[in-house]
């Protein structure tokens, strides 16, 4: 049972308690991870086709999230939003992309936009050209490693050897 006078005081501490609590919940919330470089609407807007070159590019936006593999006059500015819960797949929740497509001479011919509702799923090709190498048993990969240590004693000065350089 609660004393009689202890009674009044938790009466009294009731709302900080409560505030406490809340304040505690609130602290739980799921982190949002923002991911990439994506470029303020204003400065996208000070790049104009037929005009800015690749250098003005690269000085209002920044270095391009990735520079197209086979053709080094198409650069892309990527950004992502997603919320991961402990070990789950994370879940995007906001995908930008901004395609700045520059002609020979390093002039800029269009700047094209893609969001989430544009992202198409892949499925990969099961026929693709295997890595070179062996493949390994797990057997082999779990012993594999015996007999390939140091002993030690059969180096030249080796840390934590006979010549550590001390007196």
């Known amino acids: ?94 995908q930008q992309v901004y395609i700045v497509h520059f002609n020979d001479k390093g002039i800029v011919t269009d700047v094209a936009h893609k969001g989430l509702p544009d992202a198409q799923n892949m499925t990969m090709n099961p026929d693709a050209t295997p890595a070179p190498g062996r493949e390994f048993t797990f057997l082999e990969q779990l012993i594999g490693n015996f007999g390939k240590f140091n002993a030690g004693g059969s180096g030249g000065n080796t840390p934590g050897g006979p010549n550590t350089g001390g007196p």
């Open 1 to 94: 049972m609660i004393d009689r006078h202890f009674a009044p005081r938790y009466q009294v501490l009731r709302p900080f308690i409560f505030a406490a609590a809340l304040m505690t919940l609130a602290g739980c919330g799921l982190p949002v991870n923002d991911r990439g470089n994506l470029p303020k609407a204003d400065l996208l807007a000070q790049i104009k086709p037929g005009v800015t070159d690749k250098n003005s590019v690269k000085a209002l936006l920044g270095t391009p999230s990735s520079i197209a593999a086979f053709d080094g006059d198409t650069w892309y500015y990527i950004s992502k939003q997603e919320r991961q819960i402990a070990f789950l797949k994370p879940e995007v929740l906001n």
